[in-house]
């Protein structure tokens, strides 16, 4: 036993050839957020305070689909959408269609301890927004030109983007097809199998206004309870539909497989290309496999272990610390 | 070749001095519902369109919690939600923040089946159903003057209703009867004596063993603009795949927690239960202090019932000729 810590900037079709200029704000950004994560722990901050301000960091960083860099709906906007759950009440918060929240997942935090309700959406989220008092910006604060220019991309190409592809160029290779990349998010347990997840995102790019994801599904992209806390990113119909983050925990409880068997398990029956996630179990463990090109990801333990990554370990680009 | 069977609901925890004549009409409409699902398959229709034609019904009929008859929200509108599942191809469809669609299960049928996503909201989802030409109507259609006097109550006692009722201590999963005379129901604090209306739903297994769900809502009286409930949310409320069909009822934020559809068939899949274990082992183990009910049926032609409320509105028929609907 021991804490654990992991978090991801999403899964998608994050081509080799992604250039550096692209990655380095990006890993940067995960080394920042692990280490902000892995000194709250080591402080005894409990892993749903953990959670929550490793995805406020991340959502703040533009490089990732949450908060600031959400892609864009179809009509150019942006509607956030996030998700918390403690994995020892099982208490869960969930917002939807947010478009001035600065930190979505803070809302969800809301959601969950002040109101009776598990999930709020649109303007009556934004209500709620508002009579507590959190910080909301103006929409030029989330939206990105990278955004904007991928939005367009998506647009001439006439088809609902999973967010990555190279098309920042203006080209859209049709064998990368549809990358999926969205979604950021953090899975935490503490020294006494006290376990939380937290996921935000901007969405699809070029989704249908009211499009709602699978991050705030309890049980598709975010769920926790006293076996593990998992987080998903991918095409969120798919997580939806497999229930992936549900069917980690259940497997672990009901079949008795450890957590990277179970996790394993889940991404082998989610169609190639799909999905990725992050887990933690009680024991202190950690699972970070996914079914596309990459997924932005890293993680830490208490014995020292710890890895930043993008594509499968052993890939060339792919950064490791096995010592820390 | 398997024995199809259908099961419906009307919403789990009833209270027990409901007037005969309430529960007379509730029993009609389910039987009525039922007979349209049976009907449809004896003639061949798939399990996915069976569950939409018999939510459509329950929607329209104003007696449950579901289109016409839902639940006000404490601004006094309706915003209804509803979700559809497919256990051939476990395809979905879901809607949240309807205030003019006529039937919302059948919206969800159609972002399932003509959108490239699975979940649609609010404006979004209300522009969807006009490009799509769906029926839609004056959101005051779906206020009915007995749910205005509910919302009334609701906000005197400055709580939220929620649609079942609080049953007496000791009562256990469906074999529930009716424990005590006069139990001191509570709900959220507030003691209720009156018939509120609840969320519906259908499960189906057809001839080739394919299972579907269903399940529609106006949610929870004086509930807070924006709240989502587990109707809509595939797992929780709803939910289907290749070995069963669940659709559950009572209160939302407790079905969630506990992912309470998707867990009965992850108990069948994973841990090698039968159905109607299952049900039992989630309604007693996941539920912890929340009240819910549900109806599951299995690819293998089963029908199961569970709820640790007082009474569920409820009935099913399978291919054999049984028939039957009962509250209790």
């Known amino acids: ?324 | 070749m398997v024995g199809w069977a259908i099961a419906v609901h009307g919403g789990a925890g009833v209270d027990p001095g409901l007037p005969v004549e309430r529960q007379e009409e509730a029993r009609r409409v389910l039987e009525r519902c039922l007979r349209v699902g049976a009907a449809g398959l004896r003639a061949g229709l798939p399990a996915v369109d069976v569950v939409e034609m018999v939510v459509r019904e329950l929607e329209t009929d104003p007696v449950f919690n579901s289109g016409r008859g839902s639940a006000l929200t404490r601004k006094g509108t309706v915003e209804m939600e509803a979700s559809i599942m497919d256990g051939h191809g476990r395809r979905c469809g879901a809607v949240s923040g309807l205030t003019t669609v006529k039937n919302p299960v059948s919206l969800a049928r159609l972002v399932m089946d003509r959108s490239p996503h699975s979940y649609l909201a609010f404006d979004g989802a209300e522009e969807f159903a006009r490009e799509q030409g769906v029926e839609v109507v004056d959101n005051s259609y779906f206020i009915t003057e007995e749910n205005m006097s509910m919302l009334k109550r609701a906000k005197e006692a400055n709580s939220i209703m929620y649609d079942y009722r609080v049953p007496a201590p000791g009562v256990d999963s469906a074999s529930a009867g009716l424990e005590g005379a006069k139990v001191g129901l509570l709900m959220n604090g507030l003691r209720i004596s009156v018939y509120a209306p609840e969320t519906v739903g259908c499960v189906v297994v057809d001839s080739n063993g394919w299972c579907a769900a269903a399940t529609s809502t106006g949610g929870l009286m004086n509930k807070m603009s924006g709240r989502i409930g587990d109707s809509p949310l595939i797992g929780s409320g709803t939910y289907a795949c290749g070995d069963c069909a669940v659709s559950c009822t009572g209160e939302g934020e407790a079905i969630i927690r506990s992912t309470l559809a998707r867990d009965v068939a992850a108990l069948v899949e994973y841990k090698g239960l039968s159905l109607q274990e299952a049900v039992d082992y989630a309604i007693k183990e996941r539920l912890d202090e929340g009240m819910a009910g549900l109806i599951a049926v299995s690819s293998n032609g089963e029908v199961a019932y569970g709820f640790n409320t007082i009474g569920m509105f409820r009935g099913c028929a399978t291919e054999d000729g049984f028939v039957e609907v009962t509250i209790w």
């Open chain 1, 1 to 324: 036993m021991g804490w654990a810590i992991a978090l991801h900037g999403g899964a998608g079709d994050i081509p080799l050839s992604f250039p550096v200029e692209g990655r380095a704000p990006r890993e940067a950004a995960l080394r920042h957020c692990l280490e902000l994560g892995v000194a709250a722990l080591k402080a005894n901050r409990p892993p749903l305070d953990v959670v929550e301000l490793v995805v406020r960091e991340l959502e703040n960083s533009p490089c990732f689909n949450a908060g600031k860099g959400s892609v864009l709906t179809t009509n150019g906007t942006v509607e956030m959408e996030a998700c918390i759950m403690d994995g020892n009440t099982k208490k869960c918060g969930a917002v939807s269609g947010l478009s001035t929240v600065v930190n979505a997942i803070s809302l969800a935090r809301l959601v969950m301890e002040r109101t009776p309700h598990i999930y709020l959406a649109f303007d009556g989220a934004e209500a709620f927004a508002r009579e507590q008092g959190v910080e909301t910006a103006h929409s030029s604060h989330f939206i990105t030109p990278e955004n904007v220019e991928r939005l367009k991309n998506a647009k001439e190409a006439k088809r609902v983007q999973i967010d990555f592809t190279e098309p920042i160029k203006g080209t859209i290779p049709s064998s990368i097809g549809d990358s999926q990349i969205g979604t950021v998010g953090c899975v935490a347990v503490d020294g006494h199998g006290i376990l939380a997840s937290a996921t935000s995102t901007g969405g699809l790019v070029n989704k249908m206004a009211g499009r709602i994801g699978d991050t705030p599904i309890i049980g598709a992209g975010t769920y926790a309870n006293s076996y593990c806390a998992v987080s998903a990113t991918g095409k969120g119909e798919s997580i939806i539909q497999a229930t992936v983050a549900r069917d980690v925990a259940a497997l672990m409880e009901y079949k008795g497989l450890s957590l990277k068997e179970a996790a394993a398990y889940v991404i082998e029956r989610t169609p190639k290309g799909n999905v990725g996630l992050v887990a933690v179990s009680a024991n202190g463990e950690v699972t970070m496999p996914f079914n596309t090109t990459g997924m932005f990801r890293a993680c830490a333990t208490e014995d020292g272990y710890s890895e930043i990554g993008i594509w499968p370990s052993g890939i060339n680009g792919d950064l490791e610390y096995p010592n820390k």
